[in-house]
């Protein structure tokens, strides 16, 4: 069984520029619909050593990448799971999405999400080493949220700043770490509410077909059953943690063997090999 992946923000600009073809259709078409060029402004910032794109752009950009990369390898896929943003990419390459409308709803998307971040201000950490029961104490005590659940020893907090850092204070007495993470909001929380109302409006007006191939849901840790289920879970998406390592453990219980990262970069590939070894090695554990 094959399950193709696709990733979320954060991925740095220089691996997002190496993953747009310039002369590439779905580009050129992008850009059209964006109004912008979109390669050139991912090389702009890809001229600044280590730099993230921001979120209105970075979101485009890495649908864009994903679904040229898809393009050049669609057939035979069993399931698709992506990571917040990526799970509109994992849609649209199972037919849920044509590539104007989801587009048009990941600009109205990042762009909302962007605005929010300025409005309740944020941030957001991974903490290295940890497991989700420990993270979540430090969690209630520091009052900060788990935005991402992402993979066994690598949880995501978010949270205005000040309340990370006492957060990243208790992760070092625990023996661990804390890499507070380049983004412009504390994604994945009450705080990205208030750009829900136009996103349940883009998705509203879109034409929204079942998948084809089942698609792995960030809020539920299965696959979606209907087109009403993705509109309302997408929008909760915006506020709900990404349960990626859970939904890999679905996707390995089903008997998925070969997960493939259509990036850009191999950054889920990475997350859903550390999270299917624990699950083989739970497995092997209970049968021993």
Not at 122 to 142: H, P
Not at 190 to 207: I, N, Y
Not at 242 to 260: G, K, N, P
């Amino acid at each position: 069984m094959r399950a193709g992946l696709f990733p979320g923000q954060g991925i740095r600009a220089k691996t997002v520029l190496e993953s747009l073809p310039k002369s590439h259709a779905l580009l050129a078409s992008a850009s059209e619909l964006l109004g912008y060029d979109l390669f050139k402004r991912v090389e702009v910032a890809a001229r600044r050593k280590g730099a993230t794109l921001p979120t209105a752009v970075a979101q485009p950009a890495i649908f864009v990448a994903g679904m040229i990369s898809f393009s050049y390898d669609s057939a035979g896929w069993d399931f698709f799971c992506g990571h917040s943003l990526g799970e509109y990419t994992a849609l649209t390459a199972a037919g849920t999405f044509g590539f104007e409308d989801a587009l048009g709803i990941i600009r109205i998307r990042a762009e909302g999400m962007e605005r929010a971040g300025r409005v309740a201000p944020g941030s957001m950490a991974a903490v290295l080493g940890l497991d989700l029961e420990k993270v979540s104490d430090i969690a209630q005590r520091t009052g900060v949220v788990v935005a991402n659940d992402n993979s066994p020893g690598q949880v995501v907090l978010a949270a205005p700043e000040p309340a990370l850092a006492a957060a990243a204070a208790e992760v070092r007495a625990a023996g661990a770490r804390s890499v507070l993470l380049d983004v412009s909001g504390a994604f994945h929380t009450d705080a990205m509410g208030s750009a829900g109302p136009a996103l349940a409006r883009a998705l509203e007006e879109a034409e929204i077909r079942t998948p084809e191939v089942p698609v792995v849901s960030n809020v539920l840790a299965r696959p979606y059953t209907d087109a009403a289920e993705i509109k309302e879970l997408l929008v909760a998406q915006l506020t709900r943690p990404v349960r990626f390592r859970e939904s890999i453990e679905w996707l390995v219980e089903q008997d998925v063997e070969d997960f493939t990262d259509f990036g850009p970069g191999r950054v889920v590939a990475g997350l859903a090999q550390r999270c299917r070894r624990a699950a083989r090695s739970t497995e092997v554990a209970a049968h021993a």
